[in-house]
């Protein structure tokens, strides 16, 4: 059993083991059980009744927060064609081959989201196995290789985020940082239960959720529930 320190098992104290909180009680739970000195993130982990090794049981899919993720992130715009449109929408950085090229030669990762448009993911492509292991790699399915290169970095400005099943049936999402008040968290993770349950699979049989918790960065778990738990 890993040893806690004396910080973590006071915040532990605070918290019924034995209860499941609403989001209204969990969230300022959560603050006052926070480790850190530093305003860290607030995330919530589902464990879902299905099997995503069926294609038919997969949860995938992307949104944005009602009030944004609290995370600065650095938009690359890799296109020919849309160069002022994505600069006007504020990605940080704007070009062509000559940004996979840096990236390849210089192992530059100066970025956080990467936008691409159809046309170039032909290049884009050949860095797969640099982009995919640090989830950079652009997908029509998470809204980054598109024409609308405008609203694209307007989402992922906003605090655009993605949820996905892991093989466990786990799903962990940061849903804002400790410094916002607490009705805009609530409204985040009521957003973000709301999308998973009407992502429930038709074929999904019994309880969806098996469990669901809240916790700050290195903080203890409080279980919780919401009004569309089933």
């Not at 938009?75 to 160069?83: A, D, G, R, Y």
């Not at 609203?151 to 916002?180: P, Q």
Request: hydrophobic letters at 40%; proline letters at 5%.
């Amino acid at each position: 059993m890993k040893k806690r320190g004396k910080k973590y098992n006071a915040a532990l104290a605070l918290i019924d083991q034995e209860k499941i909180y609403t989001i209204e009680e969990a969230i300022p739970l959560a603050k006052q059980t926070n480790v850190v000195s530093f305003d860290g993130t607030l995330d919530v982990s589902f464990n879902l009744n299905v099997d995503p090794r069926h294609a038919d049981q997969q949860i995938r899919g992307t949104m944005v927060l009602p009030h944004g993720t609290g995370k600065t992130v650095r938009v690359l715009v890799i296109t020919n064609s849309k160069l002022e449109e994505a600069k006007a929408a504020g990605a940080d950085f704007v070009g062509g081959d000559e940004l996979l090229d840096k990236i390849q030669k210089e192992n530059w990762f100066e970025f956080d989201t990467m936008i691409a448009t159809p046309d170039m993911m032909g290049s884009v492509g050949k860095l797969g196995r640099v982009l995919g292991p640090k989830g950079l790699m652009p997908n029509p399915k998470s809204g980054t290789v598109t024409n609308d290169v405008a609203k694209a970095v307007e989402d992922a400005k906003a605090g655009k985020i993605e949820y996905r099943l892991d093989k466990e049936a786990n799903m962990h999402i940061s849903f804002g940082r400790l410094s916002f008040p607490d009705e805009h968290l609530a409204a985040n993770l009521h957003a973000i239960c709301d999308r998973i349950s009407k992502a429930r699979p038709s074929v999904a049989k019994g309880t969806y959720f098996k469990n669901a918790v809240i916790h700050t960065t290195m903080g203890p778990s409080i279980k919780i529930t919401f009004p569309s738990r089933s």
